[in-house]
């Protein structure tokens, strides 16, 4: 299908990207994403990815918007206070671009509804806070072979990682730590949130668009404070309840593909 003048002219930036052009960008036209927590990750990567084109975006998220949000999440303004937040955003991105088509989940991602959720999307991006949630998406996601983006942050320091199947986002975190640190106990800088939610996005639209080295296998780790990024290669854990050896909850011939392939989307 081809595109409007005025497609034409909203995308002309990617149009002439040698990387993109127009299959890229009819690639993005066709994606379907999901991003799981409209928080502060999603929100960036949320209007990042609108912006871009992205067909169909799904946000899930049960939480409503608070006036401590404000700080970092930039999809929000003062008359979303207390509006569920995948509303608030839905509106907000249909007003940055009506070619996308955004479906709101005022849920939250659980074990039961997990797979099925995530099964109906091409590419998950998780900016959630919570590492219970973060294993489940994991989880759904190899098990219905869906790439998975992550990002996390933290005080000064954030990160991200591309998850195609093995190693998995578990072979780095095996289980919830007891003690982790929440941003709501120790903080965190607004404008960090920016930088990793936009990761996200760029490396979700590295993806669909079939550009570059996506950050697969790999960890990008960037310390704010210093002024300092560096990637870590991440190796799969062998006893990962998700994608080890005796894990039966994904299909293997996608995994043991997954490090030659290019193919990580969809
Ligand atoms: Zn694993």
Redesign the pocket.
């Known amino acids: 299908m081809s595109f409007s003048d005025e497609e034409v002219e909203r995308y002309a930036r990617h149009l002439v990207l040698r990387e993109i052009v127009g299959p890229g960008q009819q690639a993005l036209r066709a994606a379907r994403v999901l991003i799981v927590g409209v928080g502060g990750l999603g929100a960036p990567a949320a209007l990042y990815l609108a912006a871009a084109g992205v067909g169909a975006l799904g946000l899930a998220d049960p939480d409503t918007v608070g006036l401590s949000n404000l700080q970092r999440q930039v999809l929000f303004g003062v008359d979303d206070l207390g509006a569920p937040k995948v509303m608030a955003a839905a509106a907000r991105l249909a007003a940055l671009n009506p070619h996308v088509e955004v479906t709101p989940l005022d849920l939250r991602l659980d074990e039961a509804n997990a797979r099925e959720l995530v099964a109906g999307w091409d590419l998950v991006l998780d900016g959630t806070d919570d590492f219970a949630t973060r294993l489940n998406v994991n989880r759904a996601c190899v098990g219905a072979g869906r790439t998975l983006v992550s990002g996390a942050i933290g005080r000064w320091t954030g990160q991200v990682g591309v998850f195609p199947g093995?190693?998995?986002y578990?072979?780095l975190v095996s289980e919830a730590p007891p003690d982790a640190e929440t941003c709501a106990a120790v903080g965190v800088v607004g404008a960090l949130a920016g930088v990793i939610g936009s990761m996200i996005a760029l490396e979700a639209i590295k993806l669909i668009a079939g550009a570059g080295e996506p950050l697969a296998g790999r960890l990008w780790v960037y310390d704010a404070l210093a002024g300092e990024a560096r990637t870590v290669r991440l190796p799969?854990?062998p006893a990962?309840p998700?994608?080890?050896v005796g894990a039966d909850a994904w299909p293997r011939s996608r995994l043991d593909g997954a490090g030659q392939s290019r193919n990580f989307f969809r």
């Open positions: 093995r190693p998995c578990q072979c799969a854990d990962c998700t994608c080890g």
